[in-house]
């Protein structure tokens, strides 16, 4: 039986990797061609988005530059790995610090920043991951780089003495690293801290409403949307004429719309035809998703 072409919207469990999720949805899809975009740690749970057969393709297109996460920042200690799962390194009695401290705090860390990665991200480093540098008995040190926190809001604060507890919620950029965020507060705090509880709400379109469960996934298999309603809910839309589409199959250029950025292009049934970008007087496709003899 094929497999249909789509995104799957998965809830993550803790603990898993998000190639384990893969792994086992493409045991409950019977199909090889899955893959993800954003990256989730084994400790944070929450939305993960997948692609199946061709979907795999829109992954790197999808609009996903902004995510929003419900965190718990302990203050009063730090760690090897800036969350719950590293060695401590250090620890600072925080019971005293106060609300108008910590938003104080967290406003210096919003808007536009230049944050330092943690050591154990998956960023490349010589063509190695960071934290296998770091589990190698490496030094590591990264780069700061800029990143966009749209909200960081302060939801409850708990005493756990000599620590100080704290909900959030993190609107961001794509490349934001919640660990960092923690860490630095402390940092600025001057007592310390670290994540230890992660939660994604959202990645670009996509949310907890439409998630799944691996759970749910296991009793009924089944796309969450399909490459339509994908393209659909990600991107800018502009139909197409039948010639244009005709054009477009065979990879051909449109006429310009003035449309901005990556945008999909549809039949005048809703059916996503291809990815198109603007240049030098041209709409020129960037991925056609109803090539010409296709099914």
């Known amino acids: 039986m094929s497999v249909p072409s789509g995104l799957v919207i998965v809830d993550k469990p ?52 902004t995510k929003s996460y419900a965190a ?5 200690a730090t760690t090897s790995t800036d969350d719950a799962e590293g060695e401590e390194l250090t620890r600072t009695d925080a019971a005293s610090v106060d609300e108008a401290q910590v938003g104080a705090g967290m406003a210096a860390l919003t808007g536009a920043i230049e944050q330092v990665p943690s050591a154990v991200s998956a960023i490349k480093v010589d063509g190695r991951r960071a934290y296998a540098r770091v589990r190698a008995g490496e030094r590591v040190e990264l780069p700061a780089r800029p990143v966009t926190v749209t909200e960081f809001r302060l939801d409850a604060l708990r005493r756990a003495d000599p620590f100080t507890d704290l909900d ?38 996509f949310d907890l409403a439409s998630a799944r469960t691996l ?29 244009e589409a005709r054009s477009l199959s065979f990879g051909r250029p449109l006429d310009v719309a003035g449309i901005a950025g990556v945008y999909a292009v549809t039949d005048l049934d809703g059916r996503a035809l291809a990815l198109v970008s603007e ?15 296709a099914a």
């Open 14 to 65: 803790p603990g898993m990797t998000s190639h384990d999720v893969v792994g086992r949805l493409r045991r409950l899809l019977g199909t090889r061609k899955i893959g993800h975009a954003g990256t989730l740690d084994p400790m944070a749970t929450g939305v993960l988005v997948l692609g199946v057969q061709r979907a795999t393709r829109l992954l790197g297109h999808l609009a996903l530059d």
């Open 168 to 205: 959030v919620t993190v609107d961001c950029s794509s490349g934001t690293y919640i660990r960092a965020l923690a860490r630095d507060l402390g940092a600025g705090l001057g007592v310390g801290g670290h994540l230890t509880a992660l939660r994604r709400t959202r990645v670009g379109p």
């Open 72 to 76: 718990t920042i302990r203050l009063g």
């Open 215 to 243: 759970d749910e996934l296991a009793e009924r298999p089944e796309l969450t949307h399909s490459v339509d309603t994908a393209v659909a809910a990600a991107f800018r839309l502009r139909v197409a004429s039948p010639d």
């Open 279 to 293: 240049e030098r007087g041209q709409a020129r496709p960037v991925l056609v998703l109803a090539p010409a003899g």
